[in-house]
């Protein structure tokens, strides 16, 4: 099967270009001008742009166990048609994958199931590290700790577990890292103040700076001590960012850090406009740390840009404070947010890929994935930048039926999504005929 894209404007590795892309079967073939062969599809670029599909480092499609809320083949469907061609998932599932046979079992779901491509990551808690030690570097994306955040038989609190995890880990450790203790003390006294009836906006103040860089600040700590190989997952606030560096280049990285999209979008102001729907764990924080954190992700002290895609149902948010869960769903509207802020004039798009495509493939050594190269796997998206369209509920496809970005509109438009030289995806339509791959890494 051979696939062109015609006089497209290409976006990769720092440099935007017009060219042809020929896709042979599920690779790519071709990078040139006019390139001219009798192929079985031809795709007229001209007006779009040509980008590596996103690779989202940090997802919970709910599968198994929580499938009223989402499932690896409704999300995996929502993330194709918002660019997204690879995902890797978080292990807090029902069962909970603390073990290798279970975490197998999540990768036979996928193989069936995802429409994109998949990892997962292996869970630890207080009483599983032999099961994680077992973890195979070269065919999962790393091992998720929960420091600090109530997860039930996922929270590790215990100091020697995670002396022992961080000190043995031969691959990337993935944390979570919010204090217990802290919050604990900041719901005590937000509730001695308000009742049961504790407004959202307080949900900073619970779980609040100094929750966040407590068990942060522990993390970095653990990783310089062993020198670990730390990745810190969604940092919230313009405290954390100290603990980072931007000096070296991301492959010579040994701690890394990702920002998530409703940290780069919200802020506290709009807790009354949105409420629930947008609680969030790490909370959504002040206008000054979400400003913060834009500019830490352009000077490189954020190395990636990931979703925390998190659905619920809207019965679950629509409730008081403590009943609400946090999370909420983004797959779809993650880089139809991040062409926004290229809209605005924000960002450049060579950033947007460098820290959507380019960036997490190189913090998890992903194997041929993440750039437009020749022999790499042909996951690829186009997006017409001059193409408004509005978040309504008849074209959210998150499985919960809702987004935080209802009545949005965005200025750019995913066309096309190809899932290893597969087009998945365009101009709405889905073709279901091929499943993603599960992601292989050079390690």
Excluded at 225 to 251: A, D, P, V
Excluded at 287 to 296: N, T
């Amino acid at each position: 099967m051979l696939t062109l894209i015609k006089n497209t404007t290409i976006v990769n590795e720092g440099k935007i270009f017009r060219s042809d892309l020929l896709i042979e079967n599920d690779k790519i073939k071709d990078i040139s001008k006019n390139i001219e062969l009798k192929v079985d599809y031809i795709i007229d670029g001209t007006d779009l742009h040509l980008m590596p599909g996103v690779i989202d480092d940090q997802v919970h499609f709910r599968e198994p166990g929580l499938t009223h809320k989402a499932t690896i083949y409704t999300e995996s469907k929502a993330a194709i048609a918002g660019g997204i061609t690879s995902f890797m998932e978080m292990p807090n599932t029902q069962p909970q994958a603390l073990t290798q046979e279970l975490l197998e079992k999540k990768y036979e779901l996928a193989s069936n199931n995802s429409l994109a491509n998949y990892s997962f990551f292996m869970g630890a808690s207080n009483d599983n590290i032999q099961e994680v030690l077992k973890t195979n570097p070269k065919n999962v994306a790393a091992i998720k700790v929960f420091m600090g955040s109530s997860t039930g038989n996922m929270l590790v609190d215990n100091k020697a577990v995670l002396e022992e995890l961080f000190s043995k880990s031969k691959m990337l450790i993935a944390v979570h890292c919010e204090d217990e203790k802290t919050i604990e003390k900041n719901t005590y006294l937000a509730r001695k103040k308000y009742g049961e009836n504790v407004p959202i906006s307080e949900h900073s103040n619970i779980r609040s700076v100094e929750a966040c860089f407590k068990s942060s600040s522990l993390a970095v700590k653990l990783a310089k001590k062993y020198n670990t190989r730390l990745h810190l997952f969604h940092i919230s606030t313009e405290k954390e960012i100290n603990l980072l560096e931007n000096k070296i280049s991301l492959g010579e990285k040994k701690i890394t850090a990702e920002v998530c999209i409703h940290h780069l979008w919200f802020d506290q102001n709009d807790y009354e406009k949105k409420g629930t729907l947008i609680k969030w764990n790490p909370s959504i924080k002040k206008s000054s740390d979400k400003e913060a954190l834009f500019q830490a992700m352009l000077d490189d002290k954020l190395d990636v840009i990931a979703t925390d895609h998190a659905p619920h149902t809207l019965n679950e948010k629509n409730n008081t404070y403590f009943k609400a869960p946090s999370g909420g769903p983004l797959v779809q509207h993650a880089l139809p947010v991040m062409l926004e802020f290229f809209s605005s004039k924000k960002i450049k798009l060579e950033k947007i890929v460098e820290k959507m495509c380019h960036n997490p493939a190189i913090c998890f050594k992903i194997k041929k994935r993440g750039f437009i190269r020749k022999g790499y796997y042909a996951d690829l998206v186009l997006v017409d930048l001059k193409k408004p369209w509005k978040v309504k509920k008849s074209n959210i496809l998150y499985k919960c039926g809702w987004s935080p970005f209802e009545g949005q509109i965005f200025n750019s438009n995913i066309t096309h999504t190809f899932i290893n030289g597969h087009l998945a995806y365009k101009n709405g339509k889905f073709n279901e005929e091929k499943k993603g791959m599960r992601l292989k890494f050079n390690r």
